[in-house]
């Protein structure tokens, strides 16, 4: 992964380094600029390649009621009780509020989009794109995407290779199949359904290990066909209201960083809501992925409300003509109810302003939670309602097949995965391309 982790010509003028949120300065004074002056100071530091970062703690939450930070100020009817919650929605742990005095709410600072850098930021991801061509052609997303993957790849290919080679197809060698299948989160449904798929017509007869691929390869590929859609940014909407969720840990404001990126290397003008209120460093986090960007960030100190900011956003990206308006929010709150509570909140109010907002809800899912990202599904759907996932940190798990699994379950269309920390390791999700990479094939 060495090779994904280097900085291109972009990441070395700008000293692209690793998302460190929790190291980030503190909270800016009320009434300061909401971006540091000292821009190359506040960015993060050099990828360590390691998850183990920014990877929750899921096991060390719990449902201890913290006094309510000042964001949350109503309980909406139906949202489960804290104790209530499934454990695997513990990735939304809880942590004290940093700042129990939490200054009280301002006007959102908005940072003045500086011409000359925002000219100079396309014109160096233009000019990466040129020069950087050879060495994106040679390790460009395909290469990305192989390696992202290698986990559960090489974990399906091994188990493939010993089950297939020199060896009759039987009722013992599809079961075992099948158990690998299971073991990299295909879910029972369609583990069956590729082992059934392989043994078909070819019982007490040898089939190679390629051919076991090949097959697996197409079933994958099938399941996931449906859901491979691509975000579509209605132009008619200005701006476009993309509201990112998820549990904590999960991605959410790399993502939007990355998606920033490529909304404006398209030409698109782009605004941020730092709608994450309840950390002080992750409102620093977002304002980082600005400047790298050149995308102006609306924030509010440190407990501020949620919703009135993403109400005041949106405001702001209307008056500026915004192409599109992207909306952080919390991965965990004192509790998990609150967190629910206030992901409904910042739906009704920017309603209110835009009855067709969002526009798009995507949610954010962190691959190495496994099954767990199953019942997110179930929650966050209830919550803010959920028009398509973003699957992250494949590169952290051989339990890839999850993707499949949440297809056959949900049907949510998957408009994006993740395969590493580095800006360009997101791309629009591909059935095909996923498939083959998944099963050890080349690209075909
Ligand atoms: N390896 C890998 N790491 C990723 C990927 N996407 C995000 N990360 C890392 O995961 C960590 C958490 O990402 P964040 O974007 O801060 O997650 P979040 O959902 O905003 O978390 P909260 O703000 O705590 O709710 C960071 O260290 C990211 O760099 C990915 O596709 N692969
Ligand atoms: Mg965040």
Redesign the pocket.
Known sequence: MSDTNKPGWFGRLFGRK??T?DEAPADAPAGAPAVSPDPAGAMPTEPTGT?S??VPDFAAAADDVLPAPPTVTEASPGTEAAHDLPDELAGADLEPVEDAEAPAPEAPAIQPIDAAAVLSAEAVLAAEAVQGGEAVEKRGWWGRLTGGLKRTSSALSDRVTGLFTKRKLDADTLEELEDALIQADFGVETATRIAEAVGKGRYEKGIAPDEVRAILASEVERALDPVALPLTIDAGHKPFVILMI?V????????IGKLAQKFRAQGRTVMLAAG?TFRAA?IE?LKVWGERTGAPVVARPQGADAAGLAYDALEAAREAGTDILMIDT???LQNKAGLMAELEKVVRVITKLEPTAPHAVLL?LDATVGQNALSQVELFRQSAGVTGLVM?????TARGGILVALAARFGLPVHFI????GVD?LEPFAARDFARAIAGLEKG
């Open positions: 690793a998302e949120p998850l970062e920014g998820g904590n840990g999960a991605g959410k404001t790399t993502t994450d992750a986090q919390a991965g965990r954010v992250t940190k494949l590169d952290g993740g395969v590493g920390e390791d």
